[in-house]
């Protein structure tokens, strides 16, 4: 089974950049999709990114647009998430999370939703200062 491994979380003033890296153990990547979630103190997790390695699709929160970057490297069996122009309104809780779905299997063409992922990383926490 796979097994993901967050890393990257820090402190960073709003208008700075972290990445985010999801490590995968115990299975490859390339026929799952991948996604980013968050959750920020008092609020419910929400689906930030997803992307599907089959066939290269990738969707981002409208919250995230433009400024947010996922993507994935199969050598290293890894899922990175890129995050720029960070705001206070970004600080949570990030979670990388997978489900298999086949070579064949549907991408990702909207925001992932909760229920869809069954493999889940330990979370990374992000906190963006004023």
């Known amino acids: 089974d796979v097994q993901l491994q967050a890393s990257g979380g820090g402190l960073v003033q709003a208008g700075g950049s972290l990445r985010l890296s999801c490590a995968a153990s115990?299975?490859?990547?390339?026929?799952?999709?991948i996604a980013w979630f968050r959750q920020a103190p008092g609020k419910e997790r929400e689906g930030v990114s997803c992307?599907?390695?089959?066939?290269?699709?990738?969707y981002y929160a409208d919250s995230v647009k433009g400024r947010f970057t996922i993507s994935n490297d199969n050598a290293k069996n890894a899922v990175y998430l890129q995050m720029n122009s960070l705001k206070v309104e970004d600080t949570a809780v990030y979670y990388c999370?997978?489900?298999?779905?086949?070579?064949?299997?549907?991408?990702?063409?909207?925001?992932?939703?909760?229920?869809?992922?069954?493999?889940w990383g330990q979370g990374t926490l992000v906190t963006v200062s004023s």
């Open positions: 115990g299975g490859v990547l390339d026929d799952h999709n």
């Open positions: 992307f599907a390695a089959h066939d290269g699709s990738s």
């Open positions: 999370a997978v489900y298999h779905v086949g070579f064949s299997g549907y991408g990702c063409y909207r925001v992932p939703e909760l229920e869809e992922y069954d493999t």
